[in-house]
């Protein structure tokens, strides 16, 4: 046996059960959505020209997209706050993040029903205060799932973020102070900007992350409120449409390929901005 | 270190966000009434009897305990020695094959569930077990190529070839020098691949069989058709599981390691 031949023997276990367990079974789903004996993409156009199809489609990128932005926009002041506190504070802190994104996401999504229900706590709330007369319903909603999802990828974020804020030169921060600075100046202008590469990172986690999730929109969004990875499973497992499900797989796949090509680009973009600026 | 008033309420708000709703789930499994009502009337632990009376639970806990175990352990097997193999050469394809062996991420839960449905359940025709089996490696296997990665590629090697002039073979000097150099990436990609995979959802959504699912989809199918505080008693001895385990992992590698 050679020795170049070595790192090959001990990744190929992994590499083939990668390829029959993953990639095989990836490619004969795929395969016949293109293939009636010519190349055809008749299934993905017909997917398109449904408009109850594409609807669920701009859904799914409409709840993605705010889900990302709230979670940044929560996230970020959050996880700056984490990681310029002191170390036995800080370690408590991230702890109390990790604990929700380590509980299942049925618990967590189940805790919107008990808030959002038609015997919820909102309604309950309301009623008792006499603001309204009847339950409204806000659960099985794009609201719901719009909720539901920031909810369960805030620590996502906020744990990204905190590993590259940490990183950010304290002595910036203290000089922008020093120079005159407020606070607020000195974050939106210093700490905000070095944050960037976080926030992408901690965007396309949350972005894709919504974009596939299951179990949020399974509970909180109802048959009617679909997005794709219920659509999916709902083609695949109560109609039995496997090529309608089998096309969605793809598109699932595709688009989040796209996602996180869009926001590496903007990161691109951002940093050669940077390094104009300090040209 | 002078703190910003606003900032601190800003904090705290949002960590309200994140609690309350898990509050009002502890709360809830206390209640009487057999519908899940807060604030709650009287006191009561029979919905926590309940779960233990509900064989379903039981089975499919220790389903889950199983399947998180050897999904886990396999991965390891064959994830130690690929990682070993991606940080020790520069061979070609090298990059691209680490890439591939994270690819399980990038592909969405449910397709990657679909797919192992259409192929395993379908065609092969293997028992659910098989199945759940092998579509939970395919969720811990990044955990282990990320986190045992990152430790190897912390490691000194030349320890590695100390051992092999002084005389021990390739084999020995692995089990000897650098296996136990690299034993906490393993127990914390151990860790973070077994609580994924028994967390999972989405593949194991398409891969129960009838009357054999793991405790969350037997839980997520329970909270479809009944709402009913038994659902909040076991939601909290999900998060008492979950506060156990990570006093564990703070006790022995720190909570560090794992985020």
Same mark, same amino acid.
């Given at each position: 046996?050679?020795?170049?031949?070595?790192?090959? +023997? !001990?990744? $190929?276990? @992994?590499? &083939?059960?990668?390829?029959?367990? /993953?990639?095989?079974?990836?490619?004969? *789903?795929i395969?016949?959505?293109?293939?009636?004996?010519?190349?055809?993409?008749?299934?993905?156009?017909?997917?398109?020209?449904?408009?109850?199809?594409?609807?669920?489609?701009?859904?799914?990128?409409?709840?993605?997209?705010?889900?990302?932005?709230?979670c940044?926009?929560?996230?970020v002041?959050?996880?700056?706050?984490?990681?310029?506190?002191d170390?036995?504070f800080?370690?408590?802190?991230?702890?109390?993040?990790l604990?929700p994104?380590l509980?299942?996401s049925?618990v967590?999504?189940?805790?919107?029903?008990?808030?959002?229900g038609?015997?919820?706590?909102?309604n309950? +709330? !309301?009623? $008792?205060? @006499?603001? &309204?007369?009847?339950?409204?319903? /806000?659960?099985y909603s794009?609201?719901? *799932?719009?909720?539901?999802?920031?909810?369960?990828?805030?620590?996502?974020?906020?744990?990204?973020?905190?590993?590259?804020?940490?990183?950010i030169?304290?002595?910036?921060?203290?000089?922008?102070?020093?120079l005159?600075?407020?606070?607020?100046?000195?974050?939106?202008?210093?700490?905000?900007?070095?944050?960037?590469?976080?926030?992408?990172?901690?965007?396309?986690l949350?972005?894709t992350?919504?974009?596939?999730?299951y179990?949020?929109?399974?509970?909180?969004?109802?048959n009617k409120?679909?997005?794709?990875s219920?659509?999916?499973?709902?083609?695949?497992?109560?109609l039995?449409?496997w090529?309608?499900?089998?096309? &969605?797989?793809?598109?699932?796949?595709?688009?989040?390929l796209?996602?996180?090509r869009?926001?590496?680009?903007i990161?691109?973009?951002?940093?050669?901005?940077?390094?104009?600026?300090?040209? | 270190?002078r703190?910003?008033?606003?900032?601190?309420?800003?904090?705290?708000?949002?960590y309200?966000?994140?609690?309350?709703?898990?509050?009002?789930?502890?709360?809830t499994?206390?209640?009487?009434?057999?519908?899940i009502?807060?604030?709650?009337?009287?006191?009561?632990?029979?919905w926590?009897?309940?779960?233990?009376?509900?064989?379903?639970?039981?089975?499919?806990?220790?389903?889950?305990?199983?399947?998180a175990f050897?999904?886990?352990?396999?991965?390891?097997?064959?994830?130690?020695p690929?990682?070993?193999?991606?940080?020790?050469?520069n061979?070609?394809?090298?990059?691209?094959?680490?890439?591939?062996?994270?690819?399980?991420t990038?592909?969405?839960?449910v397709?990657?569930?679909?797919?192992?449905?259409?192929?395993?359940?379908?065609t092969l025709?293997?028992?659910?077990f098989?199945?759940?089996?092998?579509?939970?490696?395919?969720?811990?296997?990044?955990?282990?190529?990320?986190?045992v990665?990152?430790?190897?590629?912390?490691?000194?090697?030349?320890?590695?070839?100390?051992?092999?002039?002084?005389?021990?073979?390739?084999?020995?000097?692995?089990?000897?020098?650098?296996?136990?150099?690299?034993?906490s990436?393993?127990?914390?990609?151990f860790?973070?691949?077994?609580?994924?995979?028994?967390?999972?959802?989405p593949?194991?959504?398409?891969?129960?069989?009838?009357g054999?699912?793991?405790l969350?989809?037997?839980?997520?199918?329970?909270?479809?058709y009944n709402?009913?505080?038994?659902?909040?008693?076991?939601?909290?001895?999900?998060?008492?599981?979950?506060?156990v385990?990570?006093?564990?992992?703070e006790?022995?590698?720190?909570?560090?390691?794992i985020?």
């Open positions: 046996m050679s020795s170049k031949s070595i790192p090959y +023997l !001990l990744a $190929a276990p @992994g590499f &083939i059960l990668l390829i029959v367990f /993953l990639v095989l079974p990836l490619v004969s *789903i395969w016949p959505t293109f293939f009636d004996g010519n190349l055809t993409f008749a299934s993905y156009i017909a997917f398109f020209q449904d408009s109850y199809n594409v609807s669920i489609f701009m859904r799914t990128l409409r709840i993605s997209l705010i889900v990302t932005f709230f940044a926009l929560l996230g002041p959050v996880a700056y706050y984490i990681a310029r506190a170390k036995k800080r370690s408590l802190m991230m702890a109390l993040v604990f994104l509980t299942n049925v967590r999504s189940f805790a919107w029903i008990n808030i959002l038609q015997k919820g706590v909102v309950n +709330l !309301l009623l $008792a205060t @006499g603001i &309204i007369e009847t339950p409204m319903s /806000l659960l794009e609201f719901a *799932i719009t909720i539901g999802s920031i909810y369960l990828f805030l620590p996502l974020m906020v744990i990204t973020l905190v590993g590259i804020i940490e990183n030169d304290t002595e910036i921060m203290e000089a922008a102070e020093t005159g600075a407020n606070r607020l100046t000195a974050f939106l202008k210093v700490i905000l900007p070095l944050s960037v590469p976080g926030i992408i990172v901690g965007s396309i949350v972005f992350g919504t974009l596939t999730a179990t949020t929109p399974q509970l909180l969004g109802g409120n679909m997005m794709l219920t659509f999916l499973y709902q083609n695949a497992m109560t039995g449409n090529t309608n499900a089998s096309v &969605i797989a793809l598109i699932m796949i595709v688009t989040t796209i996602v996180m869009i926001f590496n680009l990161a691109s973009v951002i940093d050669k901005r940077g390094e104009e600026q300090h040209a | 270190m703190k910003e008033k606003g900032l601190t309420f800003f904090v705290s708000l949002v309200a966000f994140l609690f309350i709703p898990l509050f009002i789930i502890v709360v499994s206390f209640g009487e009434n057999p519908t009502q807060f604030p709650i009337e009287g006191f009561s632990f029979k926590y009897a309940n779960v233990f009376e509900n064989a379903a639970f039981a089975d499919s806990f220790l389903l889950s305990l199983k399947i050897f999904a886990t352990v396999l991965a390891l097997l064959v994830g130690i690929a990682s070993y193999a991606l940080a020790r050469n061979f070609m394809g090298r990059e691209w094959l680490k890439n591939f062996f994270l690819s399980p990038i592909i969405p839960g397709v990657v569930g679909y797919s192992l449905f259409q192929f395993i359940v379908i025709q293997l028992p659910v098989q199945g759940l089996l092998l579509g939970h490696f395919l969720v811990s296997l990044p955990y282990i190529i990320r986190v990665g990152g430790s190897l590629e912390q490691l000194d090697f030349s320890i590695e070839e100390a051992a092999w002039t002084l005389g021990s073979t390739k084999a020995g000097a692995f089990f000897k020098v650098i296996l136990p150099n690299i034993t990436g393993i127990f914390a990609s860790m973070l691949a077994f609580i994924n995979s028994f967390n999972n959802i593949v194991s959504q398409f891969l129960s069989g009838p054999i699912s793991t969350p989809t037997a839980l997520m199918s329970y909270v479809e709402y009913d505080p038994t659902v909040s008693a076991l939601s909290v001895m999900l998060m008492l599981a979950t506060i385990l990570m006093y564990l992992i006790k022995t590698l720190g909570l560090s390691s985020t």
